[in-house]
T-cell receptor, first 116, second 114 residues
């Protein structure tokens, strides 16, 4: 029973390139959450998705960032025209359901993005 | 805005010392509370959670946390730490009345000296 799978583990991009981060939730989990972790700042919520729907994107920067969770395949966090400030660890989490029945998330191992 | 405050960013203890990590949240409604641990180089793992009932919650590896509603607190405790407890600990809060996302504190880095 695989946990939450994120790839790649490490991603290096030059300024101006695009970064695509993938997340496959645990089997049976239909809710996916993306968080960004910066040193000394903990985890910052970015976006909450269900299959084919964005439920809450209040933590997503207005420009360059987008997320999707298609009917088939993993959830994708896309960062266009990356800048050095995008360097961080990006964690994906999944849960069987959200809202009033939150049983705690299962986290992936994260993708460490470095922009050079 | 809902927030989660962890009082100590860095804690250094010797083995066998007792541990208490503070966590306070700002939301006044009904909440679900969690503590997660992140060992060096690893992903976050759930230590324990509180939804309702007994405010003293037992978790894995000898950890426990006490929910004090009047103080908006959910402090993590362990009577006797081990070197293997060296990790970063995150308190997290989810509203269970309409909100869907979990808010995390900034984390506390614990270093246990052997």
């Amino acid at each position: 029973n695989a946990g939450v799978m994120q790839n790649p583990r490490h991603l290096v991009r030059r300024r101006g390139q695009e970064a695509r981060l993938r997340c496959s939730p645990m089997k049976g989990h239909s809710h996916v959450y993306w968080y960004r972790q910066l040193p000394e700042e903990g985890l910052k919520f970015m976006v909450y998705l269900q299959k084919e729907n964005i439920i809450d994107e209040s933590g997503m920067p207005k420009e360059r960032f987008s997320a999707e969770f298609p009917k088939e395949g993993p959830s994708i966090l896309r960062i266009q025209q990356v800048v050095r400030g995008d360097s961080a660890a990006y964690f994906c989490a999944s849960s069987p359901r959200g809202g009033n029945e939150d049983y705690g998330y299962t986290f992936g191992s994260g993708t460490r993005l470095t922009v050079v | 805005a809902q927030s989660v405050s962890q009082h100590n960013h860095h804690v250094i203890l010797s083995e066998a010392a007792s541990l208490e990590l503070g966590c306070n949240y700002s939301y006044g409604g009904t909440v679900n509370l969690f503590w997660y641990v992140q060992y060096p180089g690893q992903h976050l793992q759930l230590l324990l959670k509180y939804f309702s009932g007994d405010p003293l919650v037992k978790g894995i590896k000898g950890f426990e946390a006490e929910f004090i509603k009047s103080k908006f607190s959910f402090n993590l405790r362990k009577p006797s730490v081990q070197w293997s407890d060296t990790a970063e600990y995150f308190c997290a809060v989810t509203r269970n009345t309409g909100g869907f996302k979990t808010i995390f504190g900034a984390g506390t880095r614990l270093f246990v000296k052997a």
